[in-house]
Nanobody, 129 residues
Framework: QISLVESGGGSVQAGRSLDLSCAASRKIGGRYCMAWFREPPRKEREFVAAIHSEDSDADRRQKFEDSVKGRFAISLDKAKSIVYLKMNSLKPEDTAMYRC??????????????????WGQGTQVTVSS
């Protein structure tokens, strides 16, 4: 069992940046994925970004939802099993509860919530215009 704890959310004006982090309760070994999803107000949970621990193919190792490409960056500290999400040029439509997810013993990072085994409680991001 793995617990995930997010931090770094907050309220910012459009155009500003925020950094999120998510720490696993133990070091994750082997091939695994970590990801960020978000839950906008009154909307379904949606994929934001994912990163694989081992994939040597750069294109496959990271995935992004189209609306955040070029604005968000995801990175992974494998030694600490912490995943980061750097969010730049934030827009009001980025407002959501951001949740971290992990999927272990996998070679592919999925985009669907049902593909992920472990979830954090979330951290709120609010972007005002």
């Amino acid at each position: 069992q793995i617990s995930l704890v997010e931090s770094g959310g907050g309220s910012v004006q459009a155009g500003r940046s925020l950094d999120l982090s998510c720490a696993a309760s133990r070091k994750i070994g082997g091939r695994y994925c970590m990801a960020w999803f978000r839950e906008p107000p009154r909307k379904e949970r949606e994929f934001v970004a994912a990163i694989h621990s081992e994939d040597s193919d750069a294109d496959r190792r990271q995935k992004f939802e189209d609306s955040v490409k070029g604005r968000f960056a995801i990175s992974l500290d494998k030694a600490k099993s912490i995943v980061y999400l750097k969010m730049n040029s934030l827009k009001p439509e980025d407002t959501a509860m951001y949740r971290c997810a992990a999927d272990i013993d996998t070679s592919v990072c999925g985009r669907l919530a049902r593909d992920w085994q472990f979830w954090g409680q979330g951290t709120q991001v609010t972007v005002s215009s």
